[in-house]
């Protein structure tokens, strides 16, 4: 019988902000930031363009930005986290701000020595239910020295520049634990 553990290895907490508007990106910083803490690391804004499946409610040309935390978190969390991010959205998109009525997209998760994990309401073959409406899949992991994707992976999360920064983030975990 294996050894049960009281905390799990170090964690960062991350989320992926998609938008096109730099005021939707400022808000979820600010939000952001009142549950966990001013942002450790944060990406540069990448371009996002390797699918159109969000063009209907956010429209074309959008950007990711990621956006990683220092603090406490306990990855059994990430279901709440994502009803949290959830609700943060809708809370924008009924400021009207924009055409759009979805300006903006949140997806949190987390990344620990190991692996980029991150949340999803869509049930699929690779994705584990978290409960409370909740799937959570390992989208990268890392190996021999490199972030290395599924074949389940998205298109986006293979990426280079996606890659380091997910080794800057690595790195500055890895210097905490």
């Known amino acids: 019988m294996g050894e049960v553990r009281a905390q799990h290895p170090p964690t960062l907490p991350l989320v992926a902000v998609i938008t096109k508007y730099l005021e939707a990106l400022e808000w979820a910083r600010e939000r952001c930031a009142e549950h966990w803490g001013a942002p450790l690391l944060e990406s540069p804004t990448f371009t996002f363009n390797e699918t159109s499946y969000y063009d209907a409610t956010m429209g074309a040309g959008l950007g990711k930005t990621f956006l990683a935390f220092g603090c406490e978190y306990d990855p059994g969390e990430l279901a709440s986290i994502k009803h949290l991010t959830n609700a943060w959205e809708a809370e924008y998109a009924a400021l009207g701000r924009h ?30 239910y978290l409960g409370h409406g909740m799937f959570a899949e390992i989208t ?24 380091a920064f997910f080794q800057t983030c690595r790195e500055r975990l890895k210097g905490r634990g």
């Open 99 to 128: 055409p759009e009525p979805r300006p903006l997209n949140l997806d949190p998760g987390y990344l620990t020595a190991a692996k980029l994990v991150l949340a999803s309401t869509k049930d699929h073959a690779h994705r584990i």
């Open 140 to 163: 990268l992991f890392y190996r021999h020295g490199t972030w290395q994707s599924h074949e389940f992976t998205f298109p986006d999360y293979r990426r280079a520049d996606f890659h």
